[in-house]
C-alpha cells in the first residue's frame, strides 16, 4: 500500500501548533488557494470523531470525499479516514511530537490506495504521489507562516474584530485568519439566510446596520464593495461601483461614530488607483492624487471615512493593489490562458503592476491594527513592483509556458472599455513606506517567490 510521509519543524511549542489545528478555519487555511474545494458540511470536531464532507473540483468533473475524525490524542495525534471519495483508502494521520532543543515537528502520514489494484496504481500512483508533496509542501509552509503571524500579533490577546466582504477573496480568508489566532469575528452580512448567531445584519445603501453588535470591538475592517472586475464599466455598472464603496463607507463610518464605546481602529479598503496612470514614478503615500474613474473613487471611498475620524477612531486607508491568488481576482483570471500557452504582456507591457502577496495582505491587515501610529493612507503593495512584462514572464516561468502573445492595447480598449484602459493599460509604481517604516517584514517580497508560493510551483517542480 503506498503512503506519503512529511515532516517539518517548527520554532513553536508542540500544544501552540495543536492548538492552532483545533480552531475554526484551520482547515480552511490548510487548503490550497489553487484548489476548487467546497466545504459542503462540518460535524463536530476531531476531538469529537466529527466529520467534514467536501466538493472537489478538477476541470469539467467534480468529486465528493468525506473523512471522520478519529484516533485523537490531546497534543499528539488525531486521524482523518475517507468514509467517501475517489479512493479505495485514505487515512491521513497527522502527528505532534516536542523537538530536542525547543519547537517541534509536524507529521503528516498518509496511506493511500487507488481503485482499480494494480493496474490502478500503475496508472495514477506517480501522479498522486507528486500531488501530494506539492499540496502538503504548502500546507507546511503556510502553517509556518500563520504561526509566525500569530506569535508576532498575538501577544495583545483575542480581539473582537468586525469584517464587512467576509465572503470575498480577502475578507474570507482574514476571517480565517483571524479564527485561527484565538480572535472573535463579527462578518457584518446583508443576508439573513446567512447570518450565523454572531454576525451582524447591514445593508450598506440603506445604512442600517444591527449597532448592538458592534459595541466594544477592536477593530472594524471594511472591505465590502462591488467587483471591479469583470466587462466593461457600463453607466450602472459605475453606479454600483461608486455607491457600494462611497456610500456604504460613508453609512459604515456614521454607524460607527454613533456607538457609546466605538471601535480603536477603522481599516478601510482603498486602491492604488488613488494615483492614477503614473508611469514610472516612485510613488509613497504622500503622492498626490492621480486622474480619472479609479482616481476620482478611491478620493471620494477615503473621505467618506470622516465621520469615524471626527470621534477620533484611528482611520487607515489600504491602497492595495493587485492582490496575488489563484482563488480569484486577476491572477485567476489570467491562469487558463497562460496554462495553454496563449499568455503575453498586456499592452506595451511597460505599465508598472504593484502586486502583494495574498498572505502577506493578511499579515499587514492584522499590522496596522496592532500599530497604533499607524492612521491614514499606507501602499497595501510589495516593496518591488514590476512592469507588466516582467510580471508575465515570472508568470509563464513559474508555469512553465510560454509568455510571448501579447494582447494589443487596441484589443483591450475594444473588448473592455474603460475598464480595460484604467485598470489593465495603466500603472503606479507604488512603495509600501508606511509599512516599511514601521517595522512591516514582507514574507513574498519578490514577484517569483509569491507566484510559486500562492500556485505550489517550487523552483524544481516539474509536475
Known sequence: MPRFLLQTHLDHAVED?????????????????????TIESREGTPATGGRVAFRV??????VRFEVVHSDFEQDRSFRD?????????????????????????????VDWELPLGAAGHLLGSSTVEAELQRVFTFRHNRLRNDLARL???????????????????????LCDVLKTGGHHVVRLVRSSKAR???????????????????????????????????LRWTEEK?????????????????????????????????AVGFYGDRSDQRLGEDASP???????????????????????????????????????????????????????????????VSW???????????????????????????????PNAAFTSALGRVLERPSLLPVPSLAVQALLGEMGKEMLLKGQRVQPDVAQKSGFEFMYPGIEASLRHQLGRAADDSH
Request: with cysteine.
Open 17 to 37: 501548533v495543536f492548538a492552532w489545528h483545533m480552531r475554526p478555519g484551520a482547515l480552511d487555511r490548510l487548503i490550497p488557494p489553487w484548489e476548487r474545494v
Open 57 to 62: 473540483r478538477r476541470g469539467p468533473t467534480e
Open 81 to 109: 479516514e475517507q468514509t467517501r471519495g475517489p479512493f479505495t483508502r485514505w487515512v491521513h494521520t497527522h502527528r505532534f511530537q516536542p523537538a530536542e532543543g525547543g519547537g517541534c515537528t509536524v507529521e503528516d502520514h
Open 151 to 173: 506569535a508576532r500579533y498575538g501577544e495583545s490577546g483575542p480581539l473582537r474584530v468586525a469584517v464587512t466582504g467576509s465572503t470575498g477573496l480577502i475578507g474570507r480568508t
Open 196 to 230: 450565523r448567531p454572531e454576525d451582524a445584519l447591514w445593508d450598506p445603501i440603506e445604512g442600517t446596520v444591527e449597532e448592538k453588535k458592534l459595541e466594544g470591538l477592536d477593530a472594524v475592517v471594511h472591505l465590502a464593495g462591488e467587483p471591479l472586475l469583470g
Open 238 to 270: 459605475k453606479k454600483r461601483i461608486w455607491a457600494s464603496r462611497v456610500e456604504g463607507t460613508e453609512n459604515l463610518s456614521r454607524a460607527l461614530a454613533r456607538l457609546r464605546r466605538p471601535p480603536r481602529v477603522l481599516v478601510s479598503g482603498s
Open 290 to 352: 492621480g486622474k480619472g474613474f479609479l482616481a476620482d473613487l478611491c478620493q471620494a471611498w477615503e473621505g467618506a471615512t470622516r465621520s469615524a475620524a471626527r470621534m477620533a477612531i484611528r482611520v487607515v486607508h489600504l491602497r492595495t493593489g493587485l492582490v496575488l491568488t489563484p482563488a480569484g481576482g486577476a491572477l485567476g483570471t489570467m491562469l487558463l490562458p497562460f496554462k495553454i500557452g496563449v499568455g503575453g504582456r498586456i499592452g506595451s507591457g511597460r505599465q508598472y
Open 356 to 386: 502583494i502577496d495574498h498572505d502577506d495582505l493578511l499579515s499587514l491587515i492584522l499590522h496596522v491594527i496592532h500599530t497604533t501610529s499607524i492612521r491614514g493612507p499606507v501602499n497595501a503593495t510589495a516593496p518591488f513592483p514590476v
